[in-house]
């Protein structure tokens, strides 16, 4: 489990103006005081997973069809050590499966392990698009009042989706 230390200054931390103009700061020690926090690792669990941005860019890239870790490399622009280590950890939490053909290390998303963080993330999509339905109605009816020549565009794309 990694440790993160979160410090607390009361007081004494201070803007300071030096050199040319230049602000750096400064700080007295008086009142400070650390206390050290157990973090969860980043491979414990899918969620922790994904939070890794990378993790995010790899599982993007084979959500369409399995991929050669060769083509994750190439595509990502990241290093063959690091989506190595990114894939490790995604298959650990079930994420991402591999199979091998010859030599070559195929990988593909596991739709089932995904599911839970997709119906996570639908809750709070469920409330993003009822807020910005809200920000329309309003918009549109202050249109309304200030334009009452203008007629509301109508997007046949977003008024057709239920969530």
């Keep these: 489990m990694d440790l993160n230390v979160y410090c607390h200054y009361p007081a004494g931390l201070r803007e300071a103006v030096g050199e040319k103009g230049k602000k750096r700061l400064t700080y007295s020690?008086?009142?400070?005081y650390c206390r050290v926090m157990a973090?969860?690792?980043?491979?414990?669990?899918?969620?922790?997973a994904v939070a890794e941005p990378r993790r995010r860019e790899i599982l993007n890239y084979l959500a369409p069809?399995?991929?050669?870790?060769?083509?994750?490399?190439?595509?990502?622009?990241?290093?063959?050590?690091?989506?190595?280590?990114?894939?490790?950890?995604?298959r650990n939490v079930g994420l991402v499966q591999m199979r091998r053909d010859g030599r070559q290390k195929l990988y593909r998303t596991n739709a089932e392990a995904i599911r839970p963080l997709h119906e996570?993330?639908?809750?709070?999509?469920?409330?993003?698009?009822?807020?910005?339905n809200r920000v329309k109605e309003r918009a549109e009816a202050k249109?309304?009042?200030d334009r009452p020549d203008l007629k509301p565009r109508r997007n046949h794309d977003s008024d057709s989706t239920e969530h």
């Design 65 to 90: 069809r399995e991929r050669p870790v060769g083509d994750i490399v190439a595509t990502l622009d990241l290093g063959q050590p690091s989506v190595s280590k990114h894939l490790r950890v995604l």
């Design 29 to 32: 020690y008086m009142g400070m």
């Design 39 to 48: 973090r969860a690792a980043t491979t414990s669990d899918a969620f922790n």
């Design 120 to 132: 996570w993330a639908s809750t709070f999509e469920r409330y993003w698009q009822h807020q910005l």
């Design 143 to 145: 249109m309304k009042k």
